[in-house]
Nanobody, 123 residues
Framework: QVRLEESGGGLVQPGGSLRLSCTAS????????MGWYRQAPGKQRDLVAV???????NYADSVKGRFTVSADNAEKTVYLQMNSLKPEDTAVYYC?????????????????WGRGTQVTVNS
């Protein structure tokens, strides 16, 4: 099994910055993709940014130029650097990963979600 733990959320003023971290741990595995989604109250969960094991990235239009996703494959950790934060960025941010697991004489893929971390942007 693989577990995801997010950290780095909090309260920040508009224009400020936060860095979210998500570390995957557990069974022997490799990363296919990892990324971040967010969900504001009353809204659906939307993609923010994703990164593949090879380093390719994709961003929601609303965060391009402000957010940067990166990963440390050795540490199995993904980061989301959030700059120039806006009130509309306020949401619970969820880490997501798609992994290839090795164990018990088999290989399989697994998608895992973290529990989420709150990001609030206001004065």
């Amino acid at each position: 099994q693989v577990r995801l733990e997010e950290s780095g959320g909090g309260l920040v003023q508009p224009g400020g910055s936060l860095r979210l971290s998500c570390t995957a741990s557990g069974s022997t595995f490799t990363i296919n993709t990892m990324g971040w989604y967010r969900q504001a109250p009353g809204k659906q969960r939307d993609l923010v940014a994703v990164i593949t094991g090879g380093g390719s990235t994709n961003y929601a239009d609303s965060v391009k130029g402000r957010f940067t996703v990166s990963a440390d494959n050795a540490e199995k950790t993904v980061y989301l650097q959030m700059n120039s934060l806006k009130p509309e960025d306020t949401a619970v941010y969820y880490c997501n990963g798609d992994f290839t697991l090795y164990g018990y004489g088999s290989v399989r893929t697994l998608e895992v979600w973290g529990r989420g971390t709150q990001v609030t942007v206001n004065s």
